[in-house]
């Protein structure tokens, strides 16, 4: 039997999802941008970027409008967390930090990532925002988590 979360989120326009399943997801699309962390278990995915297989550990992307496909790997299914963000709060990030761009010319290029780091990175985020009570007034450490310091960049 699957299991799905979805999360409170203090930022508006921010999904949180948690997710358990060994069900292979037709092709499909979102409408925001998503960056996760398979947790368990290992999956498959077609997308106009290509096939590719992700395992515990690994990040996964997803950009808006993307057509792409779940199916696990193996019989026990595969346990995933993941953040989508609406285009608009990606864009007002791009013009918070990146002097110059646009939020048009954002987009994942890799829909697999095997660093270390940028799995920090996420798992910081993650914790901040899963964190957060709903009512809560003050988001600035949210923000924070969205933004990465110099040296992480």
Known sequence: MPAFARLPCPLPGVDIVSADSAKA?????????GIGRIDRGAQKTAS??????????DVI???PG???????LGDHGRAWRM???APDV???LV????????????EFHLPTLHDDRIAGRFEALFGAMAA???DAADTLHVDGALIPSPSTR
């Open 25 to 33: 997801f037709p092709r499909h699309i979102h409408d925001e941008f």
């Open 61 to 63: 992307t997803v950009n």
């Open 132 to 134: 957060t009570p709903v």
């Open 66 to 72: 993307e057509v792409h496909d779940g199916l696990p």
């Open 90 to 92: 990606v864009g007002s």
């Open 95 to 106: 013009t918070d930090i990146a002097e110059g761009r646009h939020a048009g010319d954002v």
């Open 83 to 85: 953040l989508y963000l």
């Open 48 to 57: 106009g970027r290509g096939m590719v297989q992700s395992v515990a550990g």
